[in-house]
């Protein structure tokens, strides 16, 4: 809920209103925008860095616990 100093549109809305419109104060003066949101890029680098990780979380799930303190202890 954006904490309004006087009426909504004055000078001195802050806040966002209902998760799409943000009020934001600068140092050039105070304006109302869409909240920013980060594209989720699907490059061909990060889509195989996103498998190797996969395939890495998906072989350290399947080891036991002794196969895990073994590399757990190099890291220490």
Request: proline fraction near 4%; hydrophobic fraction near 40%.
């Amino acid at each position: 809920m954006p904490s309004v100093i006087g009426p909504l549109f004055s000078l001195e809305a802050k806040g966002t209103i209902g998760k799409c419109i943000t009020f934001q104060g600068k140092k050039a003066g105070f304006r109302a925008g869409l909240i920013p949101t980060h594209s989720d890029s699907q490059s061909a680098l990060q889509l195989s860095q996103r498998a190797y990780f996969s395939q890495a979380v998906a072989y350290w799930r399947s080891m036991d616990t002794a196969e895990r303190n073994v590399w757990n202890s190099w890291i220490e």
